[in-house]
């Protein structure tokens, strides 16, 4: 097969529709836009969400509370994936819970939560730490550092 041997496939392609080419071709004068009206002017047609001047649902549903856009926002992680992932003695930070998969966006800083339980003696640096994810961190014989 050569280069210009290739075709589309049969259904693939479809004639351009030819407008506004005299009134022979069919789809001439108005070219298919019917007389006047909204939809037949050069920037014919409604903005996105425009419901024909009936108030927008935007507008006619009601609003509550607000989005505090300076919200510390932490990436938590629970101590049970922290038993599964690592060994005993790792030193674990930001960087070894990215390489471990347990975390992928470190929003402001990574949370441990108290979910599960702690056999292995580990050093966690995290930005926070629940009470029951510290004390369970440290019973295990590990460190709970906040960096």
Same mark, same amino acid.
Do not use: C
């Given at each position: 097969?050569?280069? +210009? ?5 049969? !259904? ?5 529709? =030819?407008? *506004?080419? $005299?009134?022979?071709? @069919? +789809? ?5 836009? !019917? ?5 037949? =002017?050069? *920037?014919? $047609?409604?903005?996105? @969400? ?13 609003? =509550? ?83």
């Amino acid at each position: 097969m050569k280069l +210009h041997e290739l075709y589309p496939a049969a !259904g693939a392609t479809k004639e351009v529709k =030819r407008i *506004g080419r $005299g009134h022979g071709s @069919g +789809h001439g004068k108005t070219a298919g836009k !019917g007389h006047k009206g909204q939809w037949a =002017r050069s *920037g014919g $047609g409604v903005r996105p @969400g425009f419901e024909g001047g009936q108030t927008s649902l935007a507008r006619r549903m009601p609003k =509550r509370g607000f989005n505090n856009i300076f919200a510390t926002e932490y990436t938590v992680v629970n101590v049970a994936d922290l038993e599964a992932r690592f060994e005993n003695g790792a030193v674990i930070d930001t960087d070894a819970l990215i390489d471990a998969g347990l975390v992928t966006k470190v929003l402001d800083g990574v949370k441990v939560l108290g979910n599960g339980e702690v056999t292995k003696s580990f050093t966690v640096k995290a930005a926070k730490f629940s009470e029951s994810a510290k004390a369970k961190i440290e019973s295990a014989g590990g460190k709970a550092e906040v960096e």
